[in-house]
C-alpha cells in the first residue's frame, strides 16, 4: 500500500508534528510504502502586521497532489484536493469562537479548513470525545469518524530516578507541560498553590512565546511567588522525563484537549495525575487518575488532599501506559485505510 502523510510545520515542535514523527516509522514497519510530504508556513510581516501563516498553509496544501492510493493529511491544516484521510486532534478553535476566532478573518479561515473535511473518506481522531464533537459540530456521519488513540515513545518517557536541576526532593512538587494556550488553566494551580503550605512548588515547562499577553500574566504569578510558583521554559527530552519522574503529581489544568498525551507520558514516567473532570480525561485516563478536579482554585484544593490518600503505585501506572503505543495507533491506522480502498 502506497501512502502519503500530508503533515504541517508550522515553526515549532507541536503535538501534531510529534504525532506524525511517531507514526511514520510504524507504518513503514507493517510492510506500507510511506512517503511525508512537509508543507512549511509561508509568513511574512509587514508594517508590524503578519501575513501568510496558516492560509499559507492551506493553499500550498491545496497545491500538493500525491500520487499514492492514502493520502493522510495528519492535520486539518493540511488538507488537499487528494486527501482520502484527514486526523482531526480537536475541534477546540470551533468550540471557543471567541478566544480562538475573535478576529473575522481568522473565523473565516478556520471554517474554510474545517468545511474541506467534507470531502474526506475518513476522519481519525484521537478519542471518543472528539468523535462526538465532530459528529455534532461538523455534521458528520459517525461511520466515516475512526477513533484511534495516540501512543507513547516509550524511548523517551520511562521512570527516571534522577531528580531534575531545579527541583527540591524535600518539597511536594507539582508539574505541569504545555504551551501558554488560554484553555489551558495554569492560574488555578498558581492560585490554588499561593494559598497551600509553603512546602507545595507549582512548576510549569513548556513555551511561553506563543501566547505573548498571556505569558506575561502567568510570569506575574512566579514573580508574586518566587518559592512556590517555577515557570522553566521549555526543556529537552532528558529533562523533562527527569521533570515528570521525580514529580510528586502531574496536573493538568486544562478545560478541553484532543487526547491529553501528557497525562499518559506522566504515567509512563510513573508519577501520579490530577486532572480537570472533563470527559476526554475520563476517558483516558479513568479511574488511574490520582483526584479530578473542577477549574476553580477551591476544588483544586480539595482535589489534591484526596490526590495525596489516593495514590497509585508506579508500576500499575507504567502498566496503564503501555496500553498506549505507537505501534497499536498504527496498526488501526492501517485498517481505516483498507476500508477506504474497499
Known sequence: MDVTLVAPDIGYSCG?????????????????????????????EVMG??????????????????????VHSTSVWTVTSGTNVVTLHDLIPLKYPDVYMAEFGVKL????????????????????????????????DRDRIHVVYEGVDFDRFYPDPRPPDGMDKEKVNLVMVGEMDPRKKYEIVFEAVSQLDDNVVAHHIGSVGAWK??????????????????????????????????????????????????????????????????????????????????????DFIRAFERAQKNKKKREDLVKY??????????????????????
Not at 501506559?321 to 474497499?342: D, G, I, L, N
Open 109 to 140: 479561515i478556520y471554517k474554510l479548513y474545517f468545511t474541506l473535511t467534507r470531502h474526506v473518506d475518513a476522519i481519525i481522531v484521537p478519542s471518543k470525545a472528539v468523535a462526538r464533537d465532530v459528529e455534532e459540530i461538523l455534521d458528520i
Open 16 to 44: 501534531i508534528w510529534r504525532y506524525t514523527l511517531s507514526i511514520e516509522p510504524e507504518l513503514k514497519k507493517l510492510g506500507l510504502n510511506v512517503q511525508t510530504k512537509v508543507i512549511r508556513k509561508i509568513e511574512k
Open 321 to 342: 501506559a503501555r496500553q498506549f503505543t505507537w505501534e497499536k495507533t498504527a496498526k488501526e491506522t492501517v485498517e481505516v485505510y483498507r476500508r477506504v480502498m474497499e
Open 213 to 298: 499577553k498571556r505569558s506575561k500574566e502567568l510570569l506575574e504569578w512566579q514573580r508574586k511567588y518566587p518559592d512556590k510558583i517555577k515557570i522553566h521554559g521549555r526543556l529537552s527530552d532528558e529533562e523533562l522525563r527527569r521533570w515528570l519522574s521525580n514529580a510528586d503529581f502531574f496536573v493538568f489544568p486544562s478545560i478541553d484537549e484532543g487526547f491529553g498525551l501528557p497525562l499518559i507520558e506522566s504515567m509512563a514516567c510513573g508519577t501520579n495525575v490530577i486532572l480537570t473532570d472533563i470527559p476526554v480525561f475520563r476517558e483516558i485516563a479513568g479511574d488511574m487518575a490520582a483526584a479530578y478536579f473542577k477549574p476553580d482554585p477551591e
Open 49 to 70: 502586521k503578519k501575513f501568510g501563516g496558516f492560509v499559507s498553509l492551506m493553499l500550498l496544501s491545496m497545491l500538493t497532489k500525491p500520487n499514492t492510493e492514502i
